[in-house]
């Protein structure tokens, strides 16, 4: 029998029929997205070193998929989870937080980082409060980068037989492209090509971290100050290069991968797609982090979508039809 949690990871790589990309697909993760893998390594780990113990209560703050997967994981194995977030959070995403029974703190968006109420310093000061509280901690947790080096690298490897030539990931945490990217690399002896795709004006890319509609990936921290602030998750020596995607480019990219593979993703996978599809090479590997069921309201939305000016010229193809 298996159980829920054995379940997280073990994820299909499908062959794309109108470009030679191969696909892994995350958001069959059984918590819908590539970040259940972080969540799973990061509390087993932490029970493994003492960190979290039986009646712990788990602490992060986060909105995003880490949140969800996190409160999965909680609700699996028994913990209280405690999700700190900016008061601007979409509802859904509370209310979905608060379905897996997890506790919602919100605090006033854009506090600067050294606030003591910015969330990452509020979701610190609350696992040092309650008893039994553990912070995750996602962009500095080596748990993080470490199980894509165990189990989504080896899984591309094994699933393209070796013949992978090139990876490409967006880059939130760092986590998936630094663990994935290191094992592929060392396991074809430094052939493989690994590849951020980054949206537009994000810092990782070197943009100037202005604020980019693409959600959950990419750093909107200032290049010339980030240099001390990129995630210990984010390993810069793995990634070869990294291309910087316009918003367009991706929401047409994730609107044509429903459209024309049957593939309903997000707006990362719509950006790390971009990229890929652009890429030469004889055995390109992409990695779509999440379901587009989440942003039907938006990348998937005509209305949303011309509202930001993305629905002109090819896009003009996809409205539908009114009915007068
Ligand atoms: N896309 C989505 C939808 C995500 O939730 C995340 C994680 N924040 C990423 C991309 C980036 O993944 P990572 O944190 O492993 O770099």
Not at 144 to 162: L, Q, Y
Not at 311 to 316: I, K, S, T, Y
Request: with cysteine.
């Amino acid at each position: 029998m298996t159980g829920l949690l054995d379940l997280v990871g073990g994820t299909p790589l499908v062959r794309l029929q109108h470009t030679a990309v191969h696909a892994k697909l995350e958001y069959l993760n059984p918590g819908g997205s590539v970040k259940d893998r972080a969540a799973l390594s990061m509390v087993l780990d932490a029970e493994a070193s003492g960190a979290l113990r039986p009646g712990g209560t788990i602490v992060e703050g986060t909105s995003g998929n880490t949140g969800l997967g996190l409160a999965q994981v909680a609700a699996a194995r028994g913990y209280r989870m405690v999700c700190v977030l900016p008061d601007k959070t979409a509802v859904e995403k509370l209310d979905a937080l608060r379905a897996y029974g997890a506790e919602v703190v919100l605090t006033p968006s854009a506090l600067p980082r050294e606030h003591p109420n910015h969330v990452m310093r509020y979701a610190q000061r609350i696992a040092d409060d309650r008893p039994g509280g553990w912070r995750a901690d996602q962009y500095d947790n080596p748990a993080n980068p470490a199980v894509h080096f165990r189990t989504t690298g080896p899984e591309i490897w094994e699933a393209t037989e070796g013949r992978v030539t090139h990876f490409v990931a967006t880059i939130g945490t760092g986590g998936t492209i630094s663990g994935t990217g290191r094992y592929l690399k060392e396991a074809s002896g430094g052939r493989v090509r690994v590849i951020g795709a980054d949206p537009v004006t994000s810092a990782y890319g070197g943009g100037d971290g202005s604020p980019f509609a693409v959600e959950a990936a990419g750093h909107y921290v200032h290049p010339q100050t980030a240099d001390d602030l990129w995630p210990e998750s984010y390993h810069r020596d793995v990634v070869d290069e990294i291309f910087s995607v316009p918003d367009r480019d991706s929401v047409h990219a994730c609107r044509s991968l429903a459209r024309t593979e049957g593939l309903l993703v997000g707006g990362s996978s719509g950006t790390a797609f971009a990229v890929a599809r652009q890429v030469t090479g004889d055995c390109v590997v992409v990695l779509l982090p999440d379901s587009g069921r989440a942003y039907l309201s938006k990348y998937h939305s005509d209305t949303w979508c011309r509202r930001q000016g993305f629905l002109d010229g090819d896009l003009d193809t996809f409205v539908s039809p009114v009915v007068t």
